[in-house]
């Protein structure tokens, strides 16, 4: 449900409740230290923290040397919240390429749905609907496994 209220918010009005990100954090931590060792948890979790830290450090200096301006200019506070919180929702392996695709996803929908009042991406909102559908597919039996990659 969180990840679906993300979605609504960031497409309406490119602002989104700053709690809904603890909790996506939270309940896809939950759903994956419970699918996976404490240890492969925890070594996971930082591994995925290093590639968030190093995508967004990328941005960065992108924003600042190429674009010449600010981050908060080109990455919204949200789209960097969400990542975090998504660097503890699955194995590596799954996490890198659902990380991709969901970013692939979310520039093709961009592109479909070009027609809003907005200039910006609701990158966060894209991204919440992308891993939800990943969730259902899951939980429906469609995708046979996210945690062991």
Known sequence: MALLLVLFQDIKDRQVY??????????????????SSPQQFLITVFINFIFVSILMTVVFLYSKLKLKTSITNTFGLGDGLLFLALAFSFSKLSFFILFVFGLTFSLLLHLFLKKSKHTTVPLAGYLSFFFAITYVSFWSGMINSLYTF
């Open 18 to 35: 700053w709690f809904l990100f603890p909790i996506i954090g939270l309940c896809s931590g939950i759903l994956h230290y419970l699918n």
